[in-house]
């Protein structure tokens, strides 16, 4: 919730505004990432990101600019646009990087070992998943630039095509 709230002070009224921004939030990214519903086998999660930890980690990133929208735009209208946005994230939707080509939040997308959130371990050929502070930080970036429309992701005065 710091992530989300951007803040470690948090007032109970506050936090409770905030939780419905969260619930209503979530509720909309899994009707795009099946993965996200509790009902999704664990076979269907394996092959993407978006149920790891460090992705709810971003998912607070993209929270946190829905509230502002709310601030921004009204309830109806954040919410609306936030819909169409978060489309983006849709396993469907076709994500393209040099030779990758596929779901945004695969595990294979080379994106996330550019970044530094995943690694192929080469003993056992696996992805395995950073959950650390800096990796959680550039989840949210990647999230935020694939949803807002922005083809690069900053790292500290080095791009990353996304």
């Known amino acids: 919730m710091r992530t989300f709230a ?10 409770e505004g905030l939780a419905r ?16 519903n509790a009902a999704t086998p664990h ?5 993407t990101l978006a149920s790891a930890g460090v992705m709810m980690h971003g998912y607070a990133a993209l929270m946190r600019e829905f509230n502002l929208d709310i601030a ?16 983006m994230l849709g396993p469907d939707v076709n994500y ?21 959130i995943a690694r192929l371990d080469p003993s056992s050929g696996r992805v395995q998943v ?5 990796s959680r930080r550039r989840a949210g970036d990647a999230l935020v630039a694939r949803v807002i429309g922005q083809d690069s992701i900053d790292l500290g005065g080095r791009d990353v095509r996304g």
């Open 72 to 87: 921004r735009l009204g309830s109806s209208a954040a919410r609306d646009h936030w819909q169409r946005a978060l489309a």
């Open 6 to 15: 951007g803040s470690n002070e948090v007032e109970e009224s506050e936090l």
């Open 130 to 134: 950073s959950n650390t502070g800096g």
């Open 43 to 47: 076979a269907v999660r394996d092959g």
């Open 21 to 36: 921004i969260a619930a209503e939030f979530f509720e909309m990214l899994a009707l795009v990432r099946p993965e996200l």
């Open 96 to 116: 393209r990087q040099a030779e990758y080509s596929g779901d945004f939040l695969g595990r294979t997308n080379p994106l996330w070992q550019q970044l530094g």
